[in-house]
Structure formats: structure tokens, C-alpha cells
């Protein structure tokens, strides 16, 4: 089908045709002839957010939480370089976004004309793929390619730079059904050979584990399925990184929690001392490794990636599979099965044994109290209250964020939206936003602290705006608390600049937007404070004052291997630690 | 200070050591990609940003046609450096094929050069000479120079501009080596 249309119907047109309901935006002179294509249209719901970072966000958030692609629309120069962060976010933690972005007119292009910025150099890094549409004829195709490299493979962002006179020329449309693209064709299905030699390493396996990712909650839900049928088939413990929380139910019987810099002592310790590690869409990222050459030494490795470049990039691996997890997972739970496989048992029980040891040490543990509300049992509550509804939850950056990942027990995939690679700051809020225009009925909570959701404030307006209750519920202590806790561990105590001074009055701000603002500080009041933050149908912000200077615990030190854990006050790896003397200065040099 | 006694030893990973005594070579890469906008500039800014070196690098358009373009790559690092950096270079979404062709088999390696000298008397017709030895060609003269155009490996470029250098050596320009793997097979 093709139809005669200028360069801005093009665009509207595609993203029909891609099936986009929803994007986010923010306008400009360089995309009016866009916006102008969008006016009152009938099937495009645009979302007017405050700032590009937060559009960004919330395609994420959006994203993330639907297994569908996240459109943003902005325009040239500022435009685009607000919209920077959200698209490295995005590319780190592997989310598919289509960002368009306008461009000055192509003979103003390089002339450092008002509002031009080289868009696609700049964004060159921080995509998976950007295009600079010079032509009228080239724009459907690259309009659809874009929507098929954003989701296929690995997934990740994609800017399309749209010169302003390539909006207003006419041209020729044509739909998304012809377009097949000539070099990018990524692997899907795993080799057989490798998935049979997989499933006979793991009938073989005495002390095995399944390390799983982001990449299983990006095959869709289908392959979180495949995930549970696989655990429970072989009876194999099952950790995760903080990206692929929710693939694996935490309320499942062979769940570890979260491993890492702040995941479990009995998830790490499985790490270390396992001799058969299944990666499923996961990176060996360096939160999840800690000290390199002291990782997990006594295992054969396993790796599933539908990205070949991740497999051997810093860990190596006995055997790599190449392949989408839903259809390695798939042919694996058929192999297990049509092979007559069974796990060792009796090796199994042994290290179930364990793993019970280690549970029993309790690493999340913590000290409540009855005159301040500790982070953790805010965390608990908020659960305990929110379990049994439509719950999603997105964070923020720092200690918030890292207990939420511990104390939130996530059952379901998609549920979970944070910012892992890049460790965005500003990151919840506009997330949530994202996360409410696709499941409308939903609850949805961004879990944040006082410092980072003052980086994306404004969006407030925006949830005001779209009658979005998003409830942002923020561990206030006052503190950029990760920083405090890295500046007592590394700095000795010296709080330098991460004191949170001259905080807003947070209700106060919130009935300034238009919400609802919520202040509680007494544990005794916090079950009816959250339960009324529940029932508000309206944006809420919850200022939950919370004990200032406690530390997220478990923790690696930097520097440091998967048994060398610090653990709640008292009860450490070590005995009684002096958390400045536990990391060298080979450690501190990392981040 | 406190008791902070060390963790039990645990056995050094298999990998650690490898990765550190590993050596690093050089390894020559032939990359087919789309001759768009920008191309060159994502290739470059690859190996820039991950931190691997380029050792000598050529482009030109190969197949007119189709708009392919043959980037030829000299890098160096570890073997496993190397695989990482052929993979990222398939990440690439207009790239279509990468060979590695130190690690295919044999090769041949080619480059030009055009070497500048100056002088008079016997330094002139010593650097003739010796062009002549490494099969140059004059394809510049004047009375006090010549401009000598050389094709070979690399190393036998490095060789000449040294011998060039004591008889009067004013510049060289080099086009960076392409190569290509020997026998019947396409890459």
C-alpha cells in the first residue's frame, strides 16, 4: 500500500502502522510539521512530559513494563542532548526505544544554524543505531527499519534525525510489509549441538546454578515460563541480577534473591563455590562479579546471549550459546525432557544443604526499630500491602533503589522497571509515567529518594496533567545515602556534598503540583499512612522519613570476590569490621 | 587497627592467569559494510571508545553497485581482545561480514607509499638507486628531488623510508595496507 503524503504524515503514518499507541514527547521548531501530523489524531496518544530526559524515561518505563517499543518525539539541538541519557539508559539496560528527533533544514545543516546540534554524532554512542534522513524516499524505510533493529536481537535505542524540510516534502509512503533488512538479521534459535551439550552438563552438574538477566524478561514472558519450567524440572537453585528480578518468582521455592555487590550471601556464596553456572541473558556485569580473577573459580560455564559480543567479553565461558533465551530455554526444557534427563539428586540434596547454611545467616537481616522507621521494613510494608494488587514498581538511583531490589519480592516478569547499566538518577518517576499510560488500572510506585527525585521533579506535572496516580514513595533520609555510605566505607565518614540540604517540603510540593502529599515518620502510623497513599486515586508523594545513616547491607566491597561478603554489623565475613580497613586501595579505585 | 583476617585462599581462577600471560599480536581484519554517512565515522568510533587500537586502516568502495564499502583493519591485542572486537565490529548494524584474515590462514598484505627526497650529488643518485633495489618508481623529478612511488608489505615500506632518511628524506605519505586471504575463497 502506498499513498502520496508529506515527510511528518509519513511519520504518523509509520507509527500507526508499527502499532504505537502512545508516545512521548516534547515540541520545537524543528519538528512543528510532526506535531502538526499529531494534532488531534484520532489513534497516536501523545504524552506532554516536562523535560526530554523525562520522555526518554517514560518510553522506557513504558517499554519495559508492555514488552512493546517506546516512542519519544523532540526536537533539534536541546531537544535532542536532554534526550541523551535516557537513550545511553536505554541502550545499557538493552530497552527498545525509537527516538525521533527534528533537524534544521538540510541546507542549514552545518552551519551551526539556531537549534542544530549534530545529532547523530552525538547520539552515535549511545544507540544501537541512528539515522540521518537526507531524503524523502529513504524515510518509510528507515522509519520501519528502525521499529525492526530497535526490537530484534538484542534490543536497544534508535534515533531518527529528521531534517525540517524533509518533514514538509511529499513523497511516496509505503507500509511496513515490504521492508526486510539487508544486513541486520540477528540469531534467534541456538545451536542444537551446544543446547544437547548444555543439557548433559547440566544432568551432570553436583553443584549447579542458573544465573539469570534482563535478557529473559526482554524474550517476553514466554520465556520467563520456559525459566520456572527448566528450575522446576532440574531442581537447580536460581539467582538473578537486579534486570531480571520478577523472571523467576521470589516467592519460588528455588529462589536465592538478587546476587552482587548487594545480593544475597547465599545467592553470592552459590556463585563462588558452584561447579556448573548457567547465564541465561545475562552480562557478567561488574556489579554481578566483583573481584574478576576470584570469580566463581571452580565452575564450567554455561551462557546464553542473544548478543555473541557479551559472551566471553569479560568472563570466559566453557560453552556459549548464541540465541534468544525463549528458544534456547525452550529447546533445553524439550531436551531434559525427550533425553530422559534427571538431575543428581543426591549431589543435589547435598548442596541445597548448603545453601541452607548460608541462607540461615539471614544477610538481610536488619535491626528495626520502634522510633524511626528503618529503610528495609519500609520497603517490607510497602509489599506486604501492594502484593496482592496490579503492582509495578520503578526506582530511582542509590540505597532506595538496592533495597527495594532486596525486600520487594517480585512474582512476575515486566513488573520491575530500574535503571541497572547506567545507574540514572531522575530515572523513577518519568518511568512510572511510562509505566501508567500502558496498564491505565494498574498501581504503580516509584520507590525513590529525596535526592534523586528532585533530578526529575517536574514530571509531576506531567502525571498531573494525564490524571496518571502514579505514587512516588520516597525513603527520605536526608542523605544521597549510597554516596554517604561509600564516603563512610572508603572516605573516612567525611560526608563531603552528599548532605540533602534546604529539601523541599515534600507534601507541600506535592499539593503545589496538584497531588497529594503524605509525611510519615512514626513506624506505628506507617501500615495506614501507606494504605491511604494506596487509596488516593491522584498522583501522591510519600515523604517516608526514614533512619538517616543506615547502611545497605549485604554488600561486596569493591575490589572484592563473592565470599568475601560484608554483612550486617556483627555478623560479617570477617567478625567485627572496620569498613574502612576492609577495602584496599586497589579497591578503591573502583567504582 | 582490627583483626581482619584474610578470606581462606581459594585456588586462582583459570582465567585470570590466562588473560594476563596471553600476547598480544597483530591481527589484520577485512570489514564489508555499507558505504552510507557515517559509516567509517561508527567503526572508528568503536575502537575509540572501547579502547582498542587501530595499528593501519583503509577504506574504499568495493562494489559500486550494491554500495559496499572494505574497510581494512590492522589492530593489535590479545586473541580474546581480538574476538571481542570482531563481535563488537558484527554488532555494527551496517556492517555485513567481518573476517578476521590472521586468523582465516595466509594472506597477502599490500601497501603504497610515496617517499620525498631531497638532495644533490651522490645522496640523489644513492636514493635512486636504492629505489630501484626495492622495485620504486620515480613518478616526481626535479633537480634536487625525486618522488619515489612503492608498493610492498609494510615492513618493507619501513625499511626503504629508513634507508631514505640519511640521504635526504622530506615526507612520506601511505595509503595503509589492504589485504586479502589467498586461495579461491571469497571472505
Known amino acids: ?591 | 587497627m582490627n583483626a581482619l583476617t584474610p578470606p581462606p585462599a581459594s585456588p586462582p581462577s583459570p582465567y585470570s592467569s590466562a588473560l594476563a600471560t596471553s600476547n598480544t599480536e597483530p591481527h589484520t581484519l577485512s570489514v564489508l559494510v555499507d558505504n552510507e554517512p557515517g559509516v567509517l565515522a561508527r567503526v572508528v568510533g568503536l575502537f575509540a571508545g572501547r579502547g582498542y587500537n587501530i595499528e593501519s586502516l583503509t577504506v574504499a568502495e568495493v562494489a559500486h553497485a550494491e554500495h559496499q564499502s572494505r574497510i581494512t583493519i590492522v589492530t593489535s591485542g590479545t586473541p580474546e581482545a581480538v574476538e571481542q572486537i570482531r563481535h563488537q565490529l558484527e554488532r555494527l548494524v551496517p556492517v555485513h561480514r567481518v573476517t578476521d584474515l590472521t586468523i582465516k590462514g595466509h594472506f597477502v598484505e599490500r601497501e603504497l607509499a610515496m617517499v620525498k627526497v631531497r638532495g644533490k650529488g651522490e645522496n640523489r643518485m644513492e636514493a635512486l638507486r636504492l629505489s630501484e633495489a626495492f622495485r620504486g618508481r620515480v613518478v616526481d623529478a626535479t633537480t634536487e628531488s625525486f618522488t619515489f612511488e612503492l608498493t610492498g608489505s609494510p615492513s618493507k615500506i619501513d625499511q626503504f623510508v629508513e634507508l631514505m632518511r640519511p640521504v635526504g628524506l622530506v615526507e612520506v605519505s601511505r595509503t595503509g595496507v589492504a589485504a586479502i586471504s589467498r586461495g579461491p575463497d571469497g571472505m
Not at chain 1, 540469531?187 to 543439557?199: F, H, L, P, S, T
Not at chain 1, 503540583?513 to 506505628?524: A, E, W
Request: hydrophobic share 40%; glycine share 10%; net charge negative.
Open chain 1, 1 to 591: 500500500m502506498s499513498r502520496q503524503m508529506t515527510g511528518a504524515e509519513m511519520v504518523v503514518a509509520a507509527l500507526e502502522d508499527q502499532g504505537v499507541d502512545t508516545i512521548f514527547g516534547y515540541p520545537g521548531g524543528a519538528v512543528l510539521p510532526i506535531y502538526d501530523a499529531l494534532f488531534q489524531h484520532p489513534n497516536v496518544k501523545h504524552v506532554l512530559v516536562r523535560h526530554e530526559q523525562g520522555a526518554g524515561h517514560a518510553a522506557e518505563g513504558y517499554a519495559r513494563s508492555s514488552g512493546k517499543v517506546g516512542v519519544l518525539l523532540v526536537t533539534s539541538g536541546p531537544g535532542a542532548t536532554n534526550a541523551v541519557t535516557a537513550l545511553t539508559d536505554a541502550l545499557l539496560d538493552s530497552i527498545p526505544l525509537v527516538c525521533i528527533t527534528g533537524q534544521v533544514p538540510t541546507h542549514l545543516i552545518g552551519s551551526d544554524a539556531f537549534q542544530e546540534c549534530d545529532t547523530t554524532g552525538i547520539t552515535r554512542h549511545c544507540t544501537k543505531h541512528n539515522y540521518l534522513v537526507r531524503r524523502i524516499e529513504d524515510l518509510p524505510r528507515i522509519l520501519h527499519e528502525a521499529f525492526w533493529v530497535a526490537s530484534h536481537g538484542r534490543p536497544g535505542p534508535v534515533v531518527i534525525d529528521i531534517p525540517k524540510d524533509v518533514q514538509f516534502a511529499s513523497g511516496t509512503y509505503v507500509g511496513p510489509q515490504n521492508i526486510v533488512h539487508r544486513t541486520y538479521q540477528p540469531v534467534v534459535k541456538g545451536e542444537m549441538d551446544r543446547i544437547r551439550q548444555a543439557v548433559a552438563m547440566m544432568a551432570a552438574a553436583k553443584r549447579p546454578v542458573f544465573y539469570t538477566g534482563g535478557g529473559v524478561i526482554n524474550a517476553g514472558p514466554e520465556a520467563s515460563k520456559l525459566l520456572r519450567e527448566l528450575v522446576a524440572l532440574t531442581g537447580f537453585p536460581v539467582t538473578s541480577t537486579l534486570m531480571g528480578l520478577g523472571a523467576y518468582p521470589a516467592s519460588g521455592p528455588n529462589w536465592l534473591g538478587m546476587l552482587g555487590m548487594h545480593g544475597t550471601y547465599e545467592a553470592n556464596h552459590v556463585m563462588h563455590d558452584c561447579d556448573l553456572m548457567i547465564a541465561v541473558g545475562a552480562r557478567f556485569d561488574d556489579r554481578i562479579t566483583g573481584r574478576l580473577d576470584a570469580f566463581s573459580p571452580g565452575s564450567q560455564k554455561i551462557h546464553i546471549d542473544i548478543d555473541p559480543s557479551s559472551i566471553n567479553k569479560v568472563v570466559k565461558v566453557d560453552l556459549g550459546i548464541v540465541g534468544d533465551c525463549g528458544f534456547v530455554l525452550d529447546d533445553m526444557v524439550r531436551l531434559w525432557r525427550s533425553e530422559g534427563h534427571g538431575a543428581d539428586r543426591a549431589a543435589l540434596a547435598d548442596w541445597w544443604e548448603r545453601i541452607e547454611g548460608w541462607r540461615r545467616r539471614n544477610s538481610l537481616g536488619f535491626t528495626n526499630s520502634r522510633t524511626t522507621i528503618k529503610p528495609q521494613h519500609a520497603i517490607r510494608r510497602l509489599y506486604e500491602l501492594t502484593k496482592d494488587r496490579d503492582t509495578y514498581i520503578t526506582t530511582e538511583v542509590g540505597q532506595h533503589q538496592m533495597w527495594a531490589a532486596q525486600h520487594y519480592g517480585f512474582d512476575k516478569p515486566n513488573r520491575w522497571m530500574t535503571s541497572g547499566g547506567l545507574g540514572t538518577m531522575g530515572y523513577g518517576l518519568p518511568a512510572a509515567i511510562g509505566v501508567q499510560m500502558a496498564h491505565p488500572g494498574a498501581l504503580v510506585i516509584d520507590v525513590a529518594g529525596e535526592a534523586s527525585i528532585l533530578m526529575n521533579m517536574q514530571e509531576m506535572s506531567t502525571a498531573l496533567q494525564y490524571r496518571l496516580p502514579v505514587k512516588v514513595f520516597i525513603l527520605n533520609n536526608s542523605y544521597m545515602g549510597m554516596v554517604r555510605q561509600w564516603q563512610e566505607l572508603l572516605h573516612g565518614s567525611r560526608y563531603s556534598e552528599s548532605y540533602s540540604e534546604a529539601l523541599p517540603d515534600f507534601v507541600k510540593l506535592a499539593e503545589a503540583y496538584g497531588g497529594v502529599g503524605i509525611r510519615c515518620d512514626d513506624p506505628g502510623e506507617l501500615d495506614a499512612a501507606i494504605l491511604r497513599m494506596i487509596d488516593t486515586p491522584r498522583p501522591v508523594i510519600f515523604d517516608c522519613v526514614v533512619e538517616r545513616e543506615e547502611n545497605c547491607f549485604p554488600m561486596i566491597p569493591s575490589g572484592k570476590a563473592h565470599n568475601e561478603m560484608l554483612l550486617p554489623t556483627g555478623i560479617d565475613d570477617w567478625g567485627a569490621p572496620d569498613l574502612g580497613a576492609v577495602i584496599d586501595e586497589k579497591g578503591k579505585m573502583l567504582v
